[in-house]
């Protein structure tokens, strides 16, 4: 079958019987396209089943996208008053509530997520998210700047245009809200790039901006492969923004694209090795509890991950027993069983990269305290893992593994456990727990991360921003800090004639 014989919609099956009705064509002008580059074989990782095939995008295919939002941005959408900007966007989080089984059915299938999770916390995080940010859409605006009585001077906080967007597999729907939803409130148009591992839940979400009506053009989404579709649109002249999560190194490259050919702005959410420090002091099993799942939420897939823990000597036995108890009672299996917590990993490549990193761990003398196995012969399951005395220049203390795997070391005072966490090129996140208020501020303050949870980790909430500091990128995603990344500010300065 080739790209220009394929029909757009196919039907798939879920491991729950669930039959399922997918688009595989690319989402351009409100309409569903066959794309020009080769067709991608999608996945299910817990069967290593080839689900279907997806059309992907062409450099030309890039353009006309482009060109389409280009078209739409000029022409109509910079037109929609904000206050319709936000009908649109609510109307949008209306019909993901009415649709979120079949959207979290289709994330569960494609990336490997547990149903539960996928439906209770992703979907429902991204309906949030579209809500808050329809919020915001008429309450966009500058200031009236007093410098002198015979001038009115003002500002206006415009829109960019094309904001291009490339986003990662671990959270499909959610990444693409966290970038769609400031773009649209502040009155750009967007093209987006689907991750070629998992676009499926990406254009069914089309389907529903068709629906909801947004004028053609203003939404458009497309999948390939990052060195033909996603160097097409991040060195594409006609996209003013490009918003990026995924790894340092195709941020870098993302950063040339953006230096030779229009200077474009950028905002990029790179990798991480976050650091949990955990004090003597601390409620233990409360530490325990949140430091789990800072590292095994998600099957460990997650930028913000605190892969690294530091413990005070004096309870990290104690810690650690606790911990393995947390890691234990966690159920691997399929995403549509009901006990599931920790799906599979979501490709063959990404789970020979984890096991990898498990045999480096034990080879560097790191002591695999508990998991570091594959589970069953079938899918990409990989259990907890659990490595202690691991010191700090260890490979699995230093790299991202992006895996449910925790390297956990010890220190001896608070101001080690600072240099510690601090002694990593990343720096997205980090998680401090403690009893003592003051400690807690003075670690806090120190640590050079873009968050910083105390006594709890990977919570979230839409108003709050969230993004890194050092090798983790620039640019803040959530919260009005967001609407920032999506706006331009121009000075307006009138000579009043009285």
Not at 51 to 78: G, L, R
Not at 95 to 103: A, I, K, T, V, Y
Request: hydrophobic share 40%; net charge negative.
């Amino acid at each position: 079958m080739t790209a220009e014989t394929q029909a757009d919609i196919q039907t798939i099956k879920t491991q729950s019987g669930q039959t399922l009705k997918v688009h595989t064509h690319l989402f351009i002008n409100n309409e569903f396209v066959a794309g020009h580059g080769p067709l991608i074989e999608t996945v299910n990782p817990t069967t290593e089943e080839v689900i279907c095939k997806v059309h992907s995008a062409s450099e030309e295919d890039v353009d006309a996208a482009v060109q389409a939002a280009y078209t739409s941005y000029k022409n109509v959408w910079s037109k929609v008053t904000p206050a319709d900007r936000g009908i649109l966007i609510n109307k949008l989080a209306d019909l993901m509530e009415r649709d979120q089984d079949e959207l979290a059915s289709l994330e569960a299938i494609d990336n490997g997520k547990a149903f539960s999770v996928a439906r209770d916390d992703d979907i429902a995080g991204c309906i949030g998210c579209y809500r808050y940010f329809a919020g915001w859409a008429d309450k966009i605006h500058g200031k009236v700047i007093d410098t002198s009585p015979d001038q009115l001077v003002y500002t206006r906080h415009e829109a960019l245009g094309v904001v291009g967007a490339i986003i990662p597999w671990n959270y499909p729907l959610m990444m693409a809200a966290w970038k769609f939803a400031p773009a649209l409130a502040a009155g750009n148009s967007i093209v987006m790039k689907t991750s070629e591992l998992t676009p499926l839940s990406a254009y069914k979400f089309a389907a529903l901006v068709k629906e909801a009506g947004f004028p053609a053009g203003v939404v458009n989404i497309i999948t390939g492969y990052g060195h033909i579709t996603g160097s097409a649109l991040a060195g594409h002249r006609k996209v003013s923004k490009m918003a990026f999560t995924g790894s340092t190194v195709t941020g870098r490259r993302i950063m040339e694209s953006s230096s030779t050919s229009n200077l474009k702005k950028l905002q990029l959410e790179l990798g991480g090795k976050s650091a949990q420090i955990v004090c003597a002091d601390a409620d233990l099993k409360n530490a325990a509890k949140h430091a789990a799942a800072g590292i095994f939420n998600n099957h460990g897939q997650s930028c913000n991950a605190g892969s690294r823990i530091f413990v005070q000597e004096s309870v990290a036995k104690e810690f650690i027993d606790l911990f393995t108890e947390q890691a234990k009672a966690i159920v691997v299996g399929c995403p549509f069983k009901d006990e599931t917590n920790q799906g599979p990993q979501v490709s063959k490549g990404q789970f020979d990269k984890i096991m990898s990193y498990i045999k480096i761990g034990q080879e560097e003398g790191a002591t695999l305290h508990f998991g570091g196995e594959r589970v069953g012969d079938k899918g990409y399951f990989i259990s907890p893992t659990v490595f202690t005395n691991c010191k700090n220049d260890m490979t699995i203390m230093r790299e991202e593994i992006f895996g449910p795997v925790v390297a956990i070391g010890t220190f001896t005072n608070v101001e080690e456990a600072i240099e510690l966490a601090n002694d990593n090129e990343y720096g997205l996140a980090a998680g401090v727990y403690t009893s003592n208020h003051s400690t807690a501020i003075k670690v806090s303050n120190a640590l050079l991360a873009g968050s910083v949870w105390v006594n709890c980790y990977d919570l979230f909430n839409n108003s709050v921003p969230f993004g890194g500091y050092k090798q983790s990128g620039f640019g803040k995603e959530l919260g009005k800090y967001a609407l920032l990344e999506y706006t331009q500010v121009k000075s307006v300065i009138t000579l009043v004639d009285f």
